[in-house]
């Protein structure tokens, strides 16, 4: 029927050839993210070099090309409040920057507000991409699957930091054209904070914490495609490694967020892996402590000082302060990336975006993340397919770590935690468009088929003649 919608399985938008899709382009955005230093970036472009914000808003600029091309977006409408917040988000942006810029700015508050709104935008790219770019289940698999493989790798890198005491990236500035700003591994006591390719260990913390809850729902899969035996169990393997980087990060952010990360998974977990999993995890984390002497004690050290250490009172302090910069301009803020740290340091992007965005930018964002746990939750719950609700959870769990995490330091200010946040709530969005079509739709046509079976064998038994019954949409001739 022309004009009429089609199923998620043979829907073609935004997939022009297999080799150039949304899954390769946005694993190609993961790849920039993750395996390059987010502190690298061209050196003619200063902060608007970062090679993971550039593919983003070449993102961007594919997703607003392939919209013109309505005769290939005739599917199956899907709502998604993922997307609306994050264009409600864009939108307060670019009014509080006008507004910034009318009222007047230093020179020096000018290029950071640009430089933060194109920011934005690139993770535009990467949402919009992800929510409908991404429209069977075999693609999300591929990209859990990846996703889980570069946190794997990840946490390896922080090892090896925490290990040599080297940072083991620094080959990246001395590539042509290429230039580093501060960052690398820090030192916390005796032991080093490794960063792996992140500019800061609290950057790091939110990236393990992110990934975590995939690599659990990818192991219990077995991979998401049935392996089995040693093939299976190496799908363990990332979730020891974030495990393990998780305690050796010293950081009581990256502590909360594992904790967090494992709390929230065990209701997903079959009834029979449950224990297992739980116990396996206790052991190895009391196996990482009783290898690395005095680890211990550093960490009781960190929460028993909670309250009265200069980070936390930073956070205090700032709460304390922030109704008087929020007061200036309640609804819009001063600007996206105007809000500079000479003024204040809040080490908590919560009250950030407040102060940048107004009070209608922190709602704008709050808005994303309830319309990406909604979206993922509500999506796993009517697919009928365990897999689909095991994978609607984990990313659920992904985006409540995330704003939990915000709190602890200025998130949106790094390009790891705000390139996985606005990539997992891609996912969450994707995730509803397959669940409500793709499952769905083979859903719809197995209980027809049933109800066609058990009519007919009705019938059979009254000694009736069958009846065929047309599907919608089927051709009667």
């Given at each position: 029927?022309?004009?009429?919608?089609?199923?998620?399985?043979?829907?073609?938008?935004?997939?022009?050839?297999?080799?150039?899709?949304?899954?390769?382009?946005?694993?190609?955005?993961?790849?920039?993210?993750?395996?390059?230093?987010?502190?690298?970036?061209f050196?003619?472009?200063?902060?608007?070099?970062?090679?993971?914000?550039?593919?983003?808003?070449?993102?961007?600029?594919?997703?607003?090309?392939?919209?013109?091309?309505?005769?290939?977006?005739?599917t199956?409408?899907?709502?998604?409040?993922?997307?609306?917040?994050?264009?409600?988000?864009?939108?307060?942006?670019?009014?509080?920057?006008?507004a910034?810029?009318?009222?007047?700015?230093?020179?020096?508050?000018?290029?950071?507000?640009?430089?933060s709104l194109?920011?934005?935008?690139?993770?535009?790219?990467?949402?919009?991409?992800?929510?409908?770019?991404?429209?069977?289940?075999?693609?999300?698999?591929?990209?859990?699957?990846?996703?889980?493989?570069?946190?794997?790798?990840?946490?390896?890198?922080?090892?090896?930091?925490?290990?040599?005491?080297?940072?083991?990236?620094?080959?990246?500035?001395?590539?042509?054209?290429?230039?580093?700003?501060?960052g690398?591994?820090?030192?916390?006591?005796?032991?080093i904070r490794?960063?792996a390719?992140?500019?800061?260990?609290?950057?790091?913390?939110v990236?393990?914490?992110?990934?975590?809850?995939?690599?659990?729902?990818?192991?219990?899969?077995?991979?998401?495609?049935?392996?089995?035996?040693?093939?299976?169990?190496?799908?363990?393997?990332?979730?020891?490694?974030?495990?393990?980087?998780?305690?050796?990060?010293?950081?009581?952010?990256?502590?909360?967020?594992?904790?967090?990360?494992i709390?929230?998974?065990?209701?997903?977990?079959?009834?029979?892996?449950?224990?297992?999993?739980?116990?396996?995890?206790?052991?190895?984390?009391?196996g990482?402590?009783?290898?690395?002497?005095?680890?211990?004690?550093?960490?009781?050290?960190?929460?028993?000082?909670?309250?009265?250490?200069?980070?936390?009172?930073?956070?205090?302090n700032?709460?304390?302060?922030?109704?008087?910069?929020?007061?200036?301009?309640?609804?819009?803020?001063?600007?996206?990336?105007?809000?500079?740290?000479?003024?204040?340091?809040?080490?908590?992007?919560?009250?950030?975006?407040?102060?940048?965005?107004?009070?209608?930018?922190?709602?704008?964002?709050?808005?994303?993340?309830?319309?990406?746990i909604?979206?993922?939750?509500a999506s796993?719950?009517?697919?009928?397919?365990?897999?689909v609700?095991?994978?609607?959870?984990?990313?659920?769990?992904?985006?409540?770590?995330?704003?939990?995490?915000?709190?602890?330091?200025?998130g949106?200010?790094?390009?790891?935690?705000?390139?996985?946040?606005?990539?997992?709530?891609?996912?969450?969005?994707?995730l509803?468009?397959?669940?409500?079509t793709?499952?769905?739709?083979?859903?719809?046509?197995?209980?027809?088929?049933?109800a066609?079976?058990e009519?007919?064998?009705?019938?059979?038994?009254?000694g009736?003649?069958?009846?065929?019954?047309?599907?919608?949409?089927?051709?009667?001739?």
């Amino acid at each position: 029927m022309a004009g009429s919608a089609i199923s998620a399985r043979r829907h073609n938008a935004l997939r022009r050839s297999k080799a150039f899709n949304a899954t390769t382009m946005i694993t190609v955005y993961l790849v920039l993210l993750l395996a390059i230093p987010s502190n690298v970036g061209f050196a003619p472009l200063g902060s608007l070099g970062r090679p993971s914000m550039l593919w983003g808003l070449a993102l961007l600029v594919f997703w607003l090309l392939s919209r013109l091309q309505t005769a290939d977006l005739a599917t199956r409408a899907v709502r998604q409040p993922v997307r609306l917040a994050m264009g409600a988000l864009l939108v307060i942006a670019l009014v509080s920057y006008a507004a910034a810029m009318l009222r007047g700015q230093p020179m020096d508050q000018v290029s950071p507000a640009m430089t933060s709104l194109l920011r934005l935008l690139s993770w535009a790219g990467v949402l919009l991409v992800t929510v409908e770019g991404v429209r069977t289940w075999n693609e999300l698999v591929i990209l859990l699957r990846r996703l889980t493989v570069a946190g794997a790798l990840l946490a390896a890198l922080g090892l090896a930091q925490f290990a040599t005491g080297q940072t083991l990236t620094d080959f990246f500035a001395s590539i042509p054209g290429l230039s580093a700003s501060a960052g690398g591994i820090d030192a916390r006591g005796t032991f080093i904070r490794p960063s792996a390719t992140a500019s800061h260990p609290l950057e790091y913390g939110v990236a393990l914490s992110a990934i975590l809850p995939v690599a659990i729902a990818t192991a219990i899969s077995r991979g998401f495609r049935g392996a089995r035996g040693a093939a299976a169990a190496l799908w363990w393997a990332p979730v020891a490694l974030i495990t393990a980087s998780s305690f050796l990060a010293v950081s009581r952010s990256a502590l909360i967020g594992f904790v967090l990360a494992i709390v929230l998974m065990i209701p997903a977990l079959p009834r029979q892996a449950r224990l297992p999993a739980v116990v396996g995890g206790g052991l190895l984390a009391v196996g990482v402590v009783v290898a690395v002497p005095g680890l211990f004690w550093t960490m009781v050290g960190l929460f028993a000082s909670t309250g009265t250490d200069a980070s936390s009172l930073s956070r205090t302090n700032g709460l304390e302060r922030a109704p008087d910069f929020i007061a200036t301009s309640p609804l819009f803020g001063a600007g996206f990336g105007t809000f500079l740290p000479r003024y204040y340091i809040f080490d908590n992007q919560w009250v950030l975006i407040a102060v940048e965005l107004g009070l209608l930018g922190a709602a704008a964002l709050a808005a994303v993340f309830v319309g990406a746990i909604w979206s993922a939750l509500a999506s796993g719950r009517r697919a009928e397919d365990a897999r689909v609700a095991l994978v609607g959870h984990a990313l659920a769990v992904a985006m409540v770590s995330i704003a939990v995490l915000l709190a602890f330091f200025d998130g949106l200010s790094f390009p790891i935690a705000g390139g996985l946040l606005f990539l997992i709530a891609g996912l969450c969005g994707a995730l509803r468009t397959i669940g409500q079509t793709s499952f769905g739709h083979v859903a719809a046509t197995e209980r027809l088929a049933r109800a066609e079976e058990e009519g007919a064998g009705t019938r059979r038994a009254r000694g009736m003649r069958p009846v065929r019954v047309r599907r919608e949409g089927s051709d009667p001739h």
